[in-house]
């Protein structure tokens, strides 16, 4: 993509952001249970370089849990993901506001209600990419994958 033509990417997407901002907070304040810290946003040139990274990453492994709830996922995916730092991406806004930096340990509200969130995805990649988890939501069913790279 010529540099001219990225620019203009980026900025409509950031436009978009503006719309989408006050509904993404509101997701990440749900899915926390904190208050959004503006600081914690990657830009979007940044957060398609954390893609683009985790796309080159070797996976090892691949295991897909099957939940009822939330709390499922924080029990099964255990010791990889304490005391991690991580990037979330939720649903499709993320695209246009950025990915959201998690410093520490990784509180997922086991109570995320996705109908009313009108939320369907979660994504939390490793700062240091060793680990990838992909959160869907479908019709009361949460099903996820927990990737593991070199």
Known sequence: MNELKQKKDFLYRKAQGNLLKDKYYKKIESLTLNPVNTSNFMSLEDTDLIIKKLNEKEEISRKKIELKNMYTLINSAGEKTTKKKCYMLLDEEWKFLGAYKIDGIIYINSHY??????????????????????????????????????
């Open 113 to 150: 209600d996705f109908e009313k969130m009108e939320s369907d995805e979660i994504r939390l990649i490793a700062e240091d990419f060793s680990f990838y988890i992909q959160i869907d939501y479908d019709f009361n069913e949460i099903t996820c994958e927990f990737f593991i790279y070199k």
